[in-house]
């Protein structure tokens, strides 16, 4: 601990963000990283404490407290202050393959477990995470580093998200020859197209993904394995396979009027923006505009939030944001109590967007469309929505969000975005390898493994847990390439 007052003597900062009315204008990353000097300083708040939620992972009441990753923050914190950014960066990558993603896109559980927030402000371990990482960038530390032997073992990873991306990167280290299948034209998965470019630009993927060629993975774009390639073809080529492919099924809404057109999955809508965004900075009109029309967006996670924020951007008439759930509390509840994650209500960006451009919080709580309605042409025109309330299932005992019985009401829309969340792994690639599923549609494998029951393949992150954050996918990417290394090699020395 290279300060002991630190968080008395420092304030916390993080990177200040382009005004709402700015931002808007492009579709490029909004935060001013902090100078060195300011982050050093913030380095200097972390208390060092004697146990560190923050890097813990542990699940408390159902939910995630600290880094699933178990990154070292004290250590690198203290490293940031001292001004050591090799050492932070070394000490950073040991147990996070890409901090460059996190960074940017995590919602910071180490923060929300840091003992210095439970008194006062948390110290900034994302603005230090980024901050190590990008110097690294500049200063070089971050180069190829090829294994020196290679192994002779060939593995192959479906999927190039994080998941797909860290178990492929660790794989790589050990000295396998790992050939990536993704079948997007773009590796990088949920990262490349499921998350808009404002918040996580794409050149700092190609940047990884470029390092990790030169390291000596071998991507292979545009082919769908199952349909393009059959798996009885990969299961002899390759020594082991990774299925990380992700959650894929987006969950629906059954009503009235669905056929209608204008209707869209919430990913299809974001990763059309994207792909038209690198490959004709939109000039080409593929993609789905929301220019001129009436945005109703159904959901109220970070997907939701990122269709608000890129509607707005496309230049939408109006926004509406739909959550079935109550809005949550301001403040933390009694029976919330540190260092479990606070169930509190985030305004995030495409919210504080919708806030400044059209005068109003987006949201409508505790509500969901009873029907969809639609013209002579069968456009979409408006919908019927409804209030719920929550009420207990006198069948199960648990509590559920029912209608409020005459409480319909009509809205108007042009454009629906059903951000909904995904239910499980797409059937076609289980059926291919013959890999079995669980109840939640997952496949399945044993509590804490990733063998699957077919022989020498693998699963890991969504496709695995189900839809969750990046940060568990690279931590199930991480875990997936050890049980494999190990299958292959008889002892594993890659860290978990």
């Known amino acids: 601990m290279g300060k002991p007052t630190g968080f008395m003597d420092y304030e916390r900062q993080t990177a200040k963000a382009v005004t709402p009315g700015e931002r808007i204008r492009n579709f490029q990353e909004f935060h001013t990283p902090l100078s060195k000097e300011e982050q050093q300083k913030q380095g200097a708040r972390c208390m060092a404490c004697g146990v560190p939620f923050c890097q813990s992972g542990m699940e408390i009441m159902g939910m995630t407290s600290g880094c699933p990753l178990h990154n070292l923050v004290p250590e690198w914190n203290d490293l940031v202050y001292t001004g050591n950014w090799e050492q932070a960066y070394?000490?950073?990558?040991?147990?996070n393959n890409f901090p460059e993603f996190t960074s940017r896109v995590c919602p910071a559980l180490c923060e929300a477990a840091c003992t210095c927030g439970h008194y006062g402000d948390a110290v900034s371990v994302k603005e230090n995470e980024y901050g190590i990482i990008e110097n690294a960038y500049e200063q070089g530390f971050a180069k190829a580093r090829p294994p020196r032997v290679r192994t002779g073992k060939k593995v192959a990873v479906i999927g190039s998200g994080p998941a797909g991306l860290a178990a492929a990167d660790q794989l790589n280290?050990?000295?396998?020859?790992?050939?990536?299948?993704?079948?997007?034209d773009r590796p990088g998965g949920l990262l490349m197209y499921g998350i808009p470019n404002m918040k996580l630009e794409k050149h700092v993927i190609e940047r990884k993904i470029n390092i990790m060629k030169e390291e000596g993975v071998e991507f292979v774009t545009g082919v769908n394995v199952g349909k393009d390639v059959k798996a009885s073809k990969l299961l002899k080529e390759y020594d082991r396979i990774i299925l990380a492919c992700g959650a894929k099924t987006p969950r629906d809404i059954k009503a009235p009027g669905r056929?209608?057109?204008?209707?869209?999955?919430?990913?299809?809508?974001?990763?059309?923006?994207?792909?038209?965004?690198?490959?004709?900075?939109?000039?080409?009109?593929?993609?789905?505009?929301?220019?001129?029309?009436?945005?109703?967006?159904?959901?109220?996670?970070?997907?939701?939030?990122?269709?608000?924020?890129?509607?707005?951007?496309?230049?939408?008439?109006?926004?509406?944001?739909?959550?079935?759930?109550?809005?949550?509390?301001?403040?933390?509840?009694e029976d919330n109590p540190w260092p479990q994650w606070p169930k509190v209500c985030k305004t995030d960006y495409g919210q504080e967007?919708?806030?400044?451009?059209?005068?109003?919080?987006?949201?409508?709580?505790?509500?969901?469309?009873?029907?969809?309605?639609?013209d002579k042409n069968g456009k979409l025109c408006g919908l019927t929505i409804v209030k719920l309330e929550q009420k207990k299932d006198e069948k199960t005992g648990r509590m559920a969000m029912?209608?409020?019985?005459?409480?319909?009401?009509?809205?108007?829309?042009d454009l629906v975005l059903?951000?909904?969340?995904?239910?499980?792994?797409?059937?076609?690639?289980?059926?291919?390898?013959?890999?079995?599923?669980?109840?939640?549609?997952?496949?399945?494998?044993?509590?804490?493994?990733?063998?699957?029951?077919?022989?020498?393949?693998?699963?890991?992150g969504d496709m695995h847990r189900g839809q969750s954050l990046v940060v568990w996918a690279i931590r199930e990417g991480r875990e997936a390439a050890r049980e494999v290394d190990e299958s292959l090699m008889g002892y594993t020395n890659l860290g978990a």
């Open 90 to 95: 070394n000490r950073l990558t040991k147990t």
């Open 259 to 333: 056929d209608a057109s204008g209707i869209y999955f919430a990913v299809d809508f974001l990763a059309s923006t994207t792909k038209s965004l690198l490959d004709s900075d939109l000039k080409d009109g593929k993609y789905i505009s929301a220019k001129g029309k009436k945005v109703v967006i159904v959901g109220g996670g970070d997907t939701g939030n990122d269709c608000v924020g890129t509607a707005i951007r496309h230049g939408a008439s109006s926004v509406t944001q739909l959550e079935m759930m109550p809005k949550a509390l301001e403040q933390r509840a």
């Open 173 to 184: 280290k050990r000295g396998h020859q790992v050939t990536v299948y993704e079948r997007d």
């Open 418 to 460: 059903i951000a909904a969340g995904f239910l499980g792994a797409e059937k076609y690639v289980a059926d291919a390898f013959g890999t079995a599923l669980n109840e939640r549609t997952n496949i399945r494998t044993e509590a804490g493994q990733y063998s699957t029951n077919v022989k020498h393949v693998f699963t890991a």
């Open 402 to 413: 029912v209608e409020v019985p005459g409480s319909e009401n009509k809205l108007e829309a």
């Open 353 to 374: 967007e919708a806030i400044a451009v059209f005068g109003s919080d987006p949201r409508i709580y505790q509500t969901t469309i009873k029907e969809f309605l639609k």
